[in-house]
Each structure stands twice: as C-alpha cells, then as structure tokens.
C-alpha cells in the first residue's frame, strides 16, 4: 500500500492559482495510476483528474475546463495539481488517490469513481474568496 500525504492548500482570492503536491512513500509512484479528487460540504467526493503511471495519459473533470493541471515527477514519488483561474465554486477539500496501474482500463471504463481507488490521503483544504 503506497502512503499519500498532500500539501499546498490555502485561502486564494477569486481568479488566484494554487498548485498541490502530493507526496507518495512505501512504493514507487510509477506503479500507481494516481488522481486527485475533491469533496466540498454536503457533496460527494467528485472527480478531479487521473494521469497514467508514465504520464503519458490525462483525464479530467468536466468542470476543469482547461483551468487546471495534473502532473507527476515518478522521479521524486510526487504528485502535482495545477490550478489556475479558480472559482469559489472550486472551495473543497482536496485528496489525493492511488489505483494501481495494472486497474487502469477498469477505471477509465468506470468513469474514475472513489471506490476505484484503494489508497487515499488526509487531503488538503482549498478556500476560494470572491
């Protein structure tokens, strides 16, 4: 089981960026498909982005729009989430996840739900100010 660990939430004001990382301990990254997901009060845990164990694959919400960016350094165990132009709409907790890459074509057809990932982090606060 891989350890997630995410850091760089924040108070940002309207049309701000932030940029998340998570790091990754007890396996190596390249092995995991890894995504991040968000929750925000009285909603369920909502899809945010998946890129392959290579990099080489992204997919996203559909609320994204372009605003932001999944990356990963396999290098360093860590994950990334770019976020540009952010909205108080985009207020949430943020997690990290892991499905091991060997799940990859079961959770593209599945449409990237939580239970398809088996490894999570404590997840991090976004707070976007209008």
């Known amino acids: 089981q891989v350890q997630l660990v995410e850091s760089g939430g924040g108070l940002v004001q309207a049309g701000g960026s932030l940029r998340l990382s998570c790091a990754a301990s007890g396996r190596t990254l390249s092995s995991y498909l890894m995504a991040w997901f968000r929750q925000a009060p009285g909603k369920e845990r909502e899809f945010v982005a998946v890129?392959?164990?290579?990099?080489?694959?992204?997919y996203y919400g559909a609320f994204v729009k372009g605003r932001f960016a999944i990356s990963r350094d396999n290098a360093k165990n860590t994950l990334y989430l770019q976020m540009n132009s952010l909205k108080p709409e985009d207020t949430a907790v943020y997690y990290c996840?892991?499905?091991?890459?060997?799940?990859?074509?079961?959770?593209?057809?599945?449409?990237?739900?939580?239970?398809?990932?088996?490894?999570w982090g404590q997840g991090t606060q976004i707070t976007v100010s209008s």
């Open positions: 890129i392959s164990g290579s990099g080489g694959s992204l």
């Open positions: 996840a892991a499905a091991s890459k060997e799940d990859t074509t079961a959770v593209v057809r599945g449409g990237f739900r939580p239970d398809q990932f088996g490894s």
